[in-house]
């Protein structure tokens, strides 16, 4: 007898979501919350940051002192399950290109370990076509968008400051904390250059939400990354799954990795078929409506592997886009000392999970040699020691003079070494810039035709390059971040010897995990794979709400757009159903 | 000294080595022996990896003594907080090279190093000098800028090992006292506290004061 077949799961269900991270968090809760009956679906197991802690532990609690390990890309406190490397789940590249992609592998997905950062689309984002003729606009503008952000901005809870700037709109904000030491200098290092520096704009609840009994108030320890054990951030696996659930209206399936998605001789989806992990047999799902979800390459994977002879390129891949124009963010850093910040009094400066200031995008492009903007994050301070502390001492110590006030040879031992590790403290600070790449149709994923993972599911395989767009744009970050760190007051120490040799230190693609655009947006079916709704054009009861369909990404993290629009898109999908259109 | 003369030096130093320690108790730290408790979220898949890599034993009995006269030398008991050794650190360092396989050759082969220009020098291995011996040769390796060419490699090596005693002992219970860190607990951030911003001579403009977050005291 056999104990290979594939099982139906016995209960059927008006939506079936795959993917449980912003988009996918998102439907489900709005499906909940409408009555409507829907499971979920996750690769990876089930995750509370309330009962899976590391939130609060000490370093020494981790023998690896909260190091990266090849289960915890990001540390060992941090929130992900997951990484680049996966085991028995590769993937490929060709013509020597690289793209890094990160994979996060539990309920919540990446908004677990992400870094809060909530920033809204300005109204030039949706039509970068009209103003440089780059890439396509979206077929939506923010007008469409601005009553979603409206309500996540409630739902969720977001701190920011009202500054009325024209592409970085104002949300409905809970008050910001007040700057860190280091922030207060660059705010007056960048001031004298004339670049803002703002509160940060971060899904974290200063104060309580009003309506909300669930979460707590955020009590300033810095470790959003690590999951909040009172829910005072936003992770799609507290605030939107878990309600979900409690609803009675959603059903989870943790170690579910789907395989392609099922449609029937008119090329409509009936239901999804996935791997069971927990006992690696096969299962079905039907649903009336599928909702991808499972991130930008991962659903274009999906979509590419469920070919039929409706849909020979993948399902809704009539116009074959789906995995191309794929895009990350840019990113370059640059860090210094603050010589002046030696021998600091100590308090308890954690403060939240992030950067407390910013600086959104401040220059006019077509003044400058490249299309699009960036913005800076900054980081330093007296934060809790982790693995790596004090290394590479001998750049510093040699540099400045110690506590006795006297200069020596740099590293050495002893004494004088241990306090100049305490002397040196909280005296480094840096910054990193976050860019908007151009959308390109020949950067893109595509199914590998000879590799398949270790659930038999063919692979992906990437073709991605920079082009001289975002290497200027690196280029002008490190030139800014020198100004910024001088203009403190500070000294760099790192980050400033990159040239075009290494594209200005620009980081990998796929580095910064804001990879989007594989199932772009738009009115013409011929150019785009979904519509306004992120319904697919080719079959219709086929939703996408995660980063895929973004036509470009703005400077700007696309998370709270990705909430924002899987909202509008799962009411209008409700909406749908209610008139029997699906 | 001829090689083979070498060699045979350094295997009675090792086994010299390994007899000094037993004979001479240190304040040693007790290795773990019991069952690990995880009191940190944990995936099966992690605690199986853990269970793994502490069942491996890499670093004989003669490289961890050497380690712990390496890493006091780094960081030493002073009048603030206790040594190196006091701190745990060989043991972080025993776990990290398994946990980071990429360090194994490095040290072990710095270790090595170190032994051999002992050798060289004073006819002993490293630990089995005495202490002004020791300093000697640490001198020659501690300082990047001033080191001669051919001790190139020790000074990679000690920049390794004085990177892995910092973070050991500064992520220890005694090392986090002494650094003075005082987060990781909750916490309501009003701001630099006012000495600080008087120090420095900032303050913080009325826009920022009315738009933060307060609290009720």
Redesign the interface.
Same mark, same amino acid.
């Given at each position: 007898m056999s104990v290979f077949q594939i099982k139906e799961t016995p209960k059927s269900y008006d939506v079936c979501i795959v993917g449980s991270g912003a988009g996918g968090g998102m439907a489900a809760y709005v499906l909940a919350q409408a009555g409507i009956k829907t499971v979920l679906l996750e690769a990876g197991?089930l995750y509370d940051p309330a009962k899976?802690?590391?939130q609060?532990?000490? $370093?020494?609690?981790? /023998? &690896?002192?909260?190091?990266s390990?090849?289960?915890?890309h990001f540390g060992?406190?941090d929130a992900a399950?997951g990484g680049w490397e996966l085991e028995g789940e590769p993937y490929t590249h060709k013509d020597g290109t690289q793209f890094d992609w990160f994979r996060a592998r539990m309920v919540g997905g990446r908004t677990n370990h992400w870094g809060r950062i909530s920033l809204r689309f300005g109204p030039n984002d949706f039509k970068r076509k009209n103003i440089d003729g780059l890439g396509d606009n979206w077929p939506i503008s923010y007008d469409d968008v601005a009553p979603y952000y409206d309500r996540v901005d409630q739902l969720i809870g977001v701190?920011g400051?009202k500054e009325g700037i024209f592409n970085e709109p104002d949300g409905i904000f809970? $008050?910001?904390?007040? /700057? &860190?030491?280091h922030e207060?200098?660059i705010k007056?290092g960048a001031k004298k250059l004339d670049i803002p520096v703002i509160?940060s704009r971060l899904s974290i609840l200063?104060?309580p939400l009003p309506d909300n009994k669930d979460r707590g108030a955020c009590?300033?320890?810095?470790?959003c990354n690590r999951g909040c054990t009172v829910y005072g951030d936003f992770s799609s696996s507290s605030v939107l799954v878990k309600p979900a659930l409690q609803s009675g209206n959603v059903d989870v399936i943790p170690n579910a990795m789907v395989r392609e998605v099922i449609t029937d001789n008119s090329g409509n989806a009936t239901g999804v078929s996935f791997v069971n992990k927990d006992d690696l047999q096969e299962y079905t799902v039907n649903a009336r409506i599928v909702v991808l979800a499972a991130s930008a390459c991962e659903s274009a994977r999906i979509l590419l592997n469920s070919k039929s002879s409706q849909h020979p390129n993948g399902l809704a891949n009539e116009s074959g886009l789906v995995g191309k124009y794929l895009h990350d963010s840019t990113g370059a850093d640059m860090g210094g000392i603050l010589p002046?910040l030696v021998g600091r009094?100590?308090?308890?400066?954690?403060?939240?999970g992030g950067m407390h200031v910013y600086t959104p995008w401040w220059l006019d492009n077509a003044k400058l040699d490249f299309p699009r903007g960036y913005h800076i994050e900054y980081w330093g301070g007296?934060?809790?020691?982790?693995?790596?502390?004090?290394?590479?001492?001998?750049y510093t110590n040699?540099k400045y003079p110690g506590r006795d006030g006297k200069m020596k040879?740099?590293?050495?031992?002893?004494?004088s070494?241990?306090?100049d590790?305490?002397y040196f403290?909280g005296a480094t600070f840096g910054m990193s810039g976050r860019g908007e790449a151009v959308a390109r149709e020949d950067n893109y994923c595509e199914i590998d035709p000879n590799t398949v993972d270790k659930y038999g599911i063919p692979v992906l395989r990437f073709h991605y390059k920079w082009s001289d767009y975002e290497v200027k744009q690196a280029k002008h970050m490190k030139e800014t971040f020198k100004q910024i760190i001088e203009s403190a007051g500070g000294v760099v120490t790192w980050g400033h010897t990159d040239t075009a040799a290494n594209q200005y230190g620009l980081a990998a693609p796929g580095r910064i995990i804001h990879e989007v655009g594989t199932t772009r947006m738009g009115d013409d079916p011929r150019r785009s794979v979904v519509n306004r709704y992120n319904q697919a054009h080719t079959c219709k009861n086929l939703f996408i709400v995660d980063g895929g369909p973004f036509v470009s990404q703005a400077d700007k993290n696309p998370t709270w757009t990705i909430l924002a629009l899987s909202m509008r898109a799962t009411e209008y999908m409700i909406d749908e159903m209610k008139k029997q259109n699906l | 000294m001829d090689r083979r003369k070498y060699l045979k030096t350094l295997a009675v130093g090792s086994v010299g080595a390994g007899l000094l320690i037993q004979s001479c108790e240190t304040e040693k730290p007790q290795t773990q022996q019991a069952a690990v408790t995880h009191?940190?979220?944990r995936?099966p898949?992690?605690i199986a990896?853990?269970e793994k890599l502490r069942a491996e034993t890499f670093f004989n009995e003669h490289e961890m003594a050497t380690i712990a006269v390496l890493v006091d030398?780094?960081?030493?008991k002073?009048d603030?907080s206790g040594s190196a050794t006091d701190a745990?650190v060989p043991d972080?360092i025993e776990?990290?090279v398994k946990?980071?396989p990429e360090l194994k050759t490095p040290v072990r082969g710095g270790l090595r190093w170190l032994d051999v220009q002992c050798m060289k020098r004073y006819n002993k291995s490293f630990v089995d000098c005495n202490a002004e011996q020791r300093i000697e040769m640490?001198d020659e390796i501690?300082?990047?800028?001033?080191a001669k060419p051919e001790m190139q490699q020790g000074v990679a090596f000690?920049?390794t090992m004085?990177?892995l005693t910092?973070?050991?002992f500064?992520?220890?219970?005694i090392?986090?006292e002494?650094?003075?860190?005082?987060?990781?607990?909750?916490?309501?951030?009003?701001?630099?506290?006012q000495?600080?911003l008087d120090?420095?001579g900032?303050q913080?403009d009325e826009r920022?004061l009315a738009?933060?977050?307060?609290f009720d005291t």
């Open positions: 197991p899976n802690v590391t609060l532990k000490w $370093p020494w609690e981790s /023998p &690896r002192r909260g190091s390990s090849p289960h915890r060992d406190f399950y701190f400051s809970l $008050p910001p904390p007040k /700057p &860190r030491l207060l200098f007056e509160p200063t104060r009590f300033f320890c810095a470790q002046h009094k100590r308090y308890n400066e954690d403060g939240v007296m934060g809790m020691p982790g693995y790596g502390f004090g290394s590479g001492i001998q040699g040879p740099a590293g050495g031992y002893g004494a070494l241990k306090d590790y305490r403290y | 009191t940190i979220d995936t898949a992690e990896r853990e030398i780094i960081i030493p002073d603030v745990g972080f776990f990290i946990d980071k640490i501690a300082f990047p800028e001033l000690f920049n004085r990177d910092a973070t050991g500064f992520t220890s219970k090392g986090i002494d650094l003075g860190y005082v987060g990781n607990r909750p916490n309501q951030w009003d701001g630099v506290p000495e600080v120090q420095y900032l913080y920022t738009e933060s977050v307060k």
